[in-house]
């Protein structure tokens, strides 16, 4: 069984910074595209940022681009998302997610397997 487990999320003040991570295990890390979504209570999924299996490609939504960054270790089967210049609107859970392909995407039904999520909280 594939298990995606996030951590590193917590309540910062606004202008900090964090580092999520999510180590998978499971099934080929390498393999596979991962990405970051988050999700506000009431409100829909949203995507973050992905990165392709090789770590060559990432894309990240407009709303966090510039504090943003994606990467991966695939000798440590982990994806990270470092996030700068926190404020109180990325206050959200946060999930990793594996896609069913080696390439990127921001399609949230492209992904297959989730992590069970990681609150971040900015207070102003």
């Known amino acids: 069984q594939v298990q995606l487990v996030e951590s590193g999320g917590g309540l910062v003040q606004a202008g900090d910074s964090l580092r999520l991570s999510c180590a998978v295990s499971g099934r080929t890390f390498s393999s596979y595209a991962m990405g970051w979504f988050r999700q506000a209570p009431g409100k829909g999924r949203e995507f973050v940022a992905t990165i392709s299996s090789t770590g060559g490609s990432t894309y990240y939504a407009d709303s966090v681009k510039g504090r943003c960054t994606i990467s991966r270790d695939n000798a440590k089967n982990t994806v990270y998302l470092q996030m700068n210049r926190l404020q109180p609107e990325d206050t959200d859970v946060y999930y990793c997610?594996?896609?069913?392909?080696?390439?990127?995407?921001?399609?949230?039904?492209?992904?297959?397997?989730w992590g069970q999520g990681t609150q971040v909280t900015v207070s102003s």
């Open positions: 997610a594996q896609s069913s392909s080696e390439w990127l995407t921001a399609i949230h039904n492209g992904y297959n397997y």
